[in-house]
């Protein structure tokens, strides 16, 4: 079953903070969280194991809540480059299927 | 992480054609891979997982006679989209996990191959 990304889309300005959510109604062993700009294929920004976990990248940021079966995503004083779809896959065992939420698109304006 | 190489990263085919794309592991060697679909503002499909020297495993909807896998080399798995048709137009991109530890968990993807049955 797909978990559920929410917002859909997000305007920012330069500078500014942005949360992503993702949520699952079955037990998560792992949230991935990806980025795709317009045109190609998703890049990889990070992984959180079941455990409660909490992971950067840059200025970006993720936690995972595992009682709750939900990861959110954090840009912090977001960036011109943070503008894409936002998808995050979840699993519910080790090296199981990823499962991708329906994305959240990200435009960071000047 | 993993490198991943897709070929060719665009093509158009006339409805009826079989093309071919192949995925290429380019820093090691990966017994399994994965196939994915996106169709334009959606999310992700997993079409299927390509498995070194055995039958590949697919999605439940995913017509395994149309979609051709083989994966005959520890470093290249093909997809073969037989008699494509209009509807098969689509991003097709495959990925495969990272090499030990937590990075086994993730998939790393090829630059995808976008495809345009006429």
């Known amino acids: 079953q797909q978990p559920v990304q929410s917002p859909q889309a997000v305007i920012l300005r330069e500078g500014e903070d942005a949360v992503i959510n993702c949520s699952s109604s079955k037990a998560l062993y792992s949230v991935h969280w990806y980025r795709q700009k317009h045109g190609e294929a998703p890049v990889f920004l990070m992984i959180l194991l079941k455990g409660g976990e909490q992971k950067g990248h840059e200025k970006i940021s993720a936690s995972f809540n595992e009682k709750k079966q939900q990861s959110s995503l954090y840009l912090t004083a977001s960036q011109l480059s943070y503008s894409g779809t936002y998808f995050c896959g979840t699993t519910t065992d080790s090296w199981g299927k990823l499962q991708f939420g329906a994305g959240t698109q990200v435009v960071v304006t000047p | 992480g993993a490198v991943v190489s897709q070929h060719p990263s665009w093509v158009i085919c006339k409805s009826g054609t079989s093309v071919k794309i192949e995925c290429r592991s380019l820093d090691f060697q990966a017994t399994t891979m994965f196939w994915y679909r996106q169709f334009p503002k959606q999310s992700l499909m997993l079409m299927a997982t390509?498995?070194?020297?055995?039958?590949?495993?697919?999605e439940q909807g995913v017509e395994k006679d149309k979609f051709l896998i083989n994966h005959a080399s520890l470093t290249l798995s093909t997809l073969t989209v037989t008699s494509a048709h209009p509807e098969d137009s689509s991003f097709y991109i495959c990925?495969?996990?990272?090499?030990?530890?937590?990075?086994?968990?993730?998939?790393?993807f090829g630059p995808g191959t976008r495809l345009l049955v006429l």
């Open positions: 990925s495969q996990r990272g090499l030990a530890g937590w990075d086994r968990e993730t998939q790393y």
């Open positions: 390509s498995n070194e020297g055995s039958k590949a495993t697919y």
